[in-house]
């Protein structure tokens, strides 16, 4: 499956952004997705995460509350809605999606993931 993030930009704190993972290839319901972030100097970070399914999510500590993951398989694409956003939430963010067979799983680590996106850039000024 190829995966196309986009919608990262700039935008100042306590404001939105909406980022979107558009998938291609496979059959896209049989794939849970995740959203990555890394910036620069540390460690790629799990996000949010959603089942193939699209009925179950889970958020990193650091966004629950902000941030809302969602799908529609019709479209092949999972969106990440962000709000209240925070210099910290500053990063390049990968969309990742991982063939999930017949599980219900979400999946927080990022080497279980098995395509990814290219990633887009999140700047958040002060």
């Known amino acids: 499956v190829q995966l196309q993030a986009s919608g990262g930009g700039l935008v100042q704190a306590g404001g939105s952004l909406g980022l979107s993972c558009a998938a291609s290839?496979?059959?896209?319901?049989?794939?849970?997705v995740g959203w990555f972030r890394q910036a620069p100097g540390k460690e790629r970070e799990f996000v949010a995460g959603?089942?193939?399914?699209?009925?179950?999510?889970y958020y990193a500590d650091s966004v629950k509350g902000r941030f809302t993951i969602s799908r529609d398989n019709a479209k092949n694409t999972v969106n990440l809605q962000m709000n209240s956003l925070k210099p910290e939430d500053a990063a390049v963010y990968y969309c990742?999606?991982?063939?999930?067979?017949?599980?219900?799983?979400?999946?927080?680590?990022?080497?279980?993931?098995?395509?990814w996106g290219q990633g887009t850039q999140v700047t958040v000024s002060s």
């Open positions: 290839g496979r059959t896209f319901s049989n794939y849970a």
């Open positions: 959603i089942t193939r399914s699209g009925y179950t999510s």
């Open positions: 990742a999606a991982k063939n999930a067979g017949f599980s219900l799983s979400v999946y927080v680590k990022w080497r279980e993931y098995d395509y």
